[in-house]
């Protein structure tokens, strides 16, 4: 009986460890490089203020989660006018979604008496259109550290493609300062059949022994 469920155990352990392929690892080295890499900046903010968008992280403010101390994407308060709205975005190059995707990344607000940060985060199918996103998430960011969040999406079939996008939203007046680091984006392939085959050849064996027992 034991190594009838040691067997099961060592199936189990084969399949949570099927290959998994990153489509996107970004550590935001360098901001200023990420439009040429695919990345899409858009400051839709009411009225725009004196900051376009996103920017390289400030090290003073806070260091980044994981690299050099300033190797973090920031969005603060002046991406509007004073007593505007708002409506920062910052969105991925396309990647696939033909199979499982899980996206991972970190964020963190500077903490300043009466304001919050929060961000908006969702897919499109692909298309770089602010109006194509799903965003169904809206967290406010903790100040007393950087907080990890991981988005599943299932596999949309082959051919399909998704883009990740982040918003910064909020009054102005009541927002200060949010990091975003460490965004890495896989594919995860679902187990294969023989995997899945033999923890049930496993799963019967194990059952048989017990009758007879």
Do not use: C
């Not at 949010?178 to 085959?197: F, N, Q």
């Amino acid at each position: 009986m034991k190594k009838t469920m040691l067997l099961a155990l060592m199936l189990t352990g084969v399949m949570g460890s099927a290959k998994a392929d990153v489509l996107l690892s970004e550590g935001f080295d360098d901001v200023g490089a990420l439009a040429g890499q695919g990345w899409v900046f858009s400051n839709e903010s009411v009225p725009p203020g004196p900051v376009s968008g996103w920017f390289q992280g400030d090290e003073p403010t806070f260091e980044a989660q994981r690299g050099a101390p300033n190797a973090y994407i920031a969005s603060n308060y002046l991406a509007a006018e004073p007593g505007g709205i708002l409506d920062n975005w910052v969105i991925t190059p396309e990647f696939s979604t033909a199979k499982n995707v899980l996206v991972s990344f970190w964020l963190r607000a500077e903490p300043f008496e009466g304001t919050s940060d929060q961000v908006r985060f969702g897919f499109s199918d692909g298309s770089d259109d602010l109006l194509d996103f799903a965003l169904d998430t809206t967290v406010t960011v903790p100040t007393d550290g950087w907080t990890r969040y991981t988005i599943s999406l299932g596999a949309q079939g082959e051919g399909s493609t998704a883009r990740f996008g982040f918003q910064h939203v909020g009054i102005s007046d009541l927002s200060n300062y949010v990091g975003l680091d460490t965004l890495t984006i896989t594919e995860v392939p679902e187990p294969s059949m023989a995997m899945i085959l033999g923890l049930g050849l496993a799963g019967f064996a194990l059952a048989r022994r017990r009758r007879q027992d």
